[in-house]
């Protein structure tokens, strides 16, 4: 799956070489549940993107990201039998390829650099399943996932700052990635259901690179669990 995310992120740096102003690398944890189904418990997962800050006029830029994220949610299991009683836990995980490119305004205090950004999200499923922490519960419950979409649509809402140490930037953020696209599909009656909603939080490292152009010119490399 690493692989799929370099070849992006390599489109990105050629098509975008001569407006970028700045390499970033993210990381954090992610926190995702899907509601109206039965995975609705907040699982934590992990996360990676990697991208491009661009067309930055001081008080606004453009942020062009592709990445790896894990979705889904959790439920809690319990099972009776005659002559004993169990628990467990089932975690529904999609993993995904993420593409999206959000507008930001920013405001900078002395090194301090704030900012918020809304922008469109694109997410291709990769791979999904489930996981037991219970070996006695996977082996009597046969789980029974509808099927899961692979193309979703949705946005990605950020916040966060960083400050700057020229060359170099040091922050947090916040994300908010709410999906439009239902995350399931009945495949009897062909009705979609399930929300996904995930919330990242993490730490960043940015570095400023130039040209011979009066315009800086970076990347942006993101991380988030």
Do not use: W
């Given at each position: 799956?690493f692989?799929y995310?370099?070849?992006l992120f390599?489109l990105?740096?050629?098509?975008q ?8 690398i993210?990381?954090g944890v992610?926190?995702?549940s899907?509601k109206k189904?039965?995975?609705e418990?907040r699982?934590?997962h992990?996360q990676l993107s ?6 930055d ?5 453009l942020?062009?990201?592709?990445g790896?994220f ?8 319990g ?9 467990g836990?089932e975690?529904l ?5 993420t593409v ?7 405001a900078?205090?002395?090194k ?6 809304i ?10 399943g489930v996981d ?5 519960i ?10 899961i979409n692979?193309?979703s649509?949705?946005l990605?809402c ?5 400050y ?7 922050g947090?953020?916040c994300d908010?990635l709410p999906?439009?696209t239902?995350?399931f599909?009945?495949s ?8 996904n909603?995930t919330f990242n ?8 690179l130039?040209?011979n152009?009066?315009?800086d ?5 993101g991380?988030?669990l």
């Amino acid at each position: 799956m690493f692989k799929y995310l370099l070849v992006l992120f390599f489109l990105i740096v050629f098509s975008q070489n001569a407006l970028t102003q700045r390499l970033k690398i993210e990381s954090g944890v992610s926190f995702s549940s899907t509601k109206k189904t039965m995975y609705e418990e907040r699982a934590n997962h992990f996360q990676l993107s990697i991208g491009l800050d661009y067309f930055d006029k001081g008080f606004c830029f453009l942020s062009s990201n592709v990445g790896y994220f894990r979705k889904g949610g959790k439920v809690t299991l319990g099972l009776v039998e005659e002559y004993f009683s169990s628990s467990g836990v089932e975690t529904l995980y999609i993993d995904c390829i993420t593409v999206n490119t959000t507008f930001n305004l920013k405001a900078q205090l002395r090194k301090s650099i704030f900012y918020c950004g809304i922008g469109p999200r694109f997410d291709i499923n990769m791979k999904d399943g489930v996981d037991f922490n219970n070996a006695s519960i996977h082996e009597l419950v046969e789980p029974n996932i509808p099927h899961i979409n692979k193309i979703s649509i949705g946005l990605k809402c950020t916040t966060g700052f960083y400050y700057d140490l020229f060359p170099f930037q040091l922050g947090i953020y916040c994300d908010y990635l709410p999906t439009f696209t239902k995350t399931f599909k009945n495949s009897s009656t062909n009705k979609m259901f399930g929300n996904n909603r995930t919330f990242n939080i993490g730490a960043s490292l940015g570095y400023k690179l130039y040209t011979n152009y009066t315009l800086d010119r970076g990347i942006v490399v993101g991380v988030i669990l």
